[in-house]
């Protein structure tokens, strides 16, 4: 059965430019834009014509010349008796290739870093103490005590006490979120997802043979499509978004009344760009053990670190020790050592990267204003990257074309579910501004003349 979406919720989410003629186009054309950006799903049932007219304050007439165009273009499907539902035309996404190394471009895909100044000293220190752990067998399912210690005592100093035995390690957070599909999912399984979100949380829910069900700006009033969700409140990747705290609680809220699980991922939590107030971490309004979050290290200290964990109940952590005998066993000694050395200097470490990221964002933004600017989007707060609405429908012809350029592009519908997001990319500002400022001239000599590039220079994004 088709989702709904209330008239006024569709008519809060499209906006008509003032003095727009004739109106049911440029009404067609807000939809058509929400329905790419993500922010409306695919496979949503639209208001009838009627109701949202009058949440528009438009004639009936309009509405149905909008949806009659919508469908003309592929964007709009109607069935006898069943009313008009969203989708999108016709046309496949690029299939994901393996990155070729060292092959000289800038990786502008890529939305990780190098190592903060802390790791050196941390493997030195743990090199130190390693010889102790030698005579123990290895594997520690659960993880080592001292970081599973150091990690509930993170979270209870951000406002949510939490217990060593309330922490899984894993091999990073894409490990963490695999262990949990592979628990809480069956084949055929929806799982509702933000559109755009993290590429590899929708890769790793197909993987399950799960469908991912795309919540656009809808997420709280879509809960009841679902048993399990996944979010990302805090530097939302890749839009830099942060959840408000009101909306943290009314999102928790509306999963109990609808009994979802909400797994939400923390990967980028650490990372602020600007000097904001953080709101408390969503298990802050988790009273029934509904929110599993994930986190890593990845982000604030190093990606070659792969490690990352989740906190959840201390049955929770008991089944998926037991899982993982199947998968991974359990994460390695050496790097856990590490990451246990780092947590006393947490805040040491977001400086740093607050500092390096912000002059590093701002040169981006300075070289797009500069070459690009006919591309809009919103300034993030925090994590890695700029989601950039382009001046063209689809980023598909840039991407090929500012790759023969010597440039690694991350598209708009790899973080989209069903194919959405096709006009918008994913820019990383994970590099020094630099290199930042030469593969925006470089994006723009693309422009003019675009051509196809071979299939093997696409890659997908971290």
């Known amino acids: 059965m088709p989702r709904h979406i209330a008239p006024?919720?569709?008519?809060?989410?499209?906006v008509v430019p003032p003095g727009a003629r004739?109106?049911?186009?440029?009404?067609?054309e807000a939809l058509r834009g929400r329905l790419h950006d993500g922010a409306v799903p695919v496979g949503v049932r639209l208001p009838a014509e009627r109701h949202l007219a009058v949440a528009l304050g438009v004639s009936r007439t309009t509405v149905t010349a909008a949806y009659d165009l919508l469908k003309d273009q592929g964007y709009v499907t109607s069935r006898q008796g069943s009313g008009s539902t969203t989708e999108l035309p016709a046309g496949g996404d690029t299939p994901w290739t393996i990155p070729v190394p060292g092959d000289g471009m800038i990786p502008l895909h890529v939305a990780s870093m190098p190592a903060a100044s802390g790791v050196a000293s941390a493997v030195e220190n743990a090199a130190a103490g390693y010889h102790r752990h030698l005579l123990g067998i290895g594997y520690e399912p659960v993880g080592l005590l001292a970081l599973?210690?150091?990690v509930a005592r993170r979270y209870t100093?951000?406002?949510v006490a939490t217990r060593p035995e309330q922490i899984l390690i894993t091999p990073g957070s894409q490990q963490a979120m695999n262990l949990l599909f592979t628990l809480l999912l069956r084949a055929g399984d929806p799982v509702l997802l933000e559109s755009p979100t993290y590429?590899?949380?929708i890769q790793c829910v197909r993987l399950h043979g799960a469908r991912a069900v795309a919540a656009g700006e809808l997420m709280e009033s879509s809960l009841d499509q679902a048993r399990v969700a996944y979010v990302l409140p805090d530097f939302h990747n890749p839009t830099g978004a942060l959840m408000e705290a009101e909306e943290r609680a009314a999102l928790v809220a509306a999963a109990r009344r609808h009994d979802v699980t909400l797994i939400c991922d923390e990967t980028w939590g650490e990372v602020a760009v600007d000097d904001v107030v953080m709101p408390p971490p969503l298990a802050r309004w988790d009273t029934d053990n509904r929110v599993i979050t994930i986190g890593s290290a990845s982000k604030l200290w190093w990606g070659g670190l792969r490690v990352g964990w989740l906190r959840g109940t201390a049955e929770l952590v008991e089944r998926l020790s037991v899982l993982r005998a199947g998968v991974d066993l359990?994460?390695?000694?050496?790097?856990q050592l590490v990451v246990a050395d780092l947590f006393p200097q947490v805040e040491e470490s977001r400086a740093e990267r607050r500092a390096w990221l912000a002059t590093s964002r701002d040169a981006l933004m300075a070289a797009l204003a500069a070459h690009l600017p006919?591309?809009?989007y919103p300034k993030p707060a925090g994590g890695g990257s700029i989601w950039a609405k382009l001046d063209v429908p689809s980023a598909g012809p840039l991407v090929a074309a500012a790759a023969v350029q010597g440039v690694r592009l991350a598209p708009g519908r790899w973080f989209g579910v069903d194919g959405a997001c096709e006009g918008h990319l994913r820019l990383s500002y994970c590099h020094p501004p630099h290199v930042l400022a030469d593969a925006v001239k470089k994006i723009a000599a693309a422009r003019?003349?675009?051509?196809p590039v071979p299939e093997n220079r696409l890659t997908m994004s971290l």
């Open 448 to 451: 003019p003349g675009l051509a």
């Open 330 to 335: 359990a994460t390695a000694v050496f790097d």
């Open 374 to 376: 006919g591309w809009t």
């Open 22 to 28: 004739p109106y049911y186009r440029a009404l067609a």
């Open 8 to 14: 006024e919720q569709l008519a809060r989410l499209l």
């Open 157 to 159: 100093d951000r406002g």
């Open 148 to 150: 599973r210690e150091a």
């Open 199 to 201: 590429a590899h949380a």
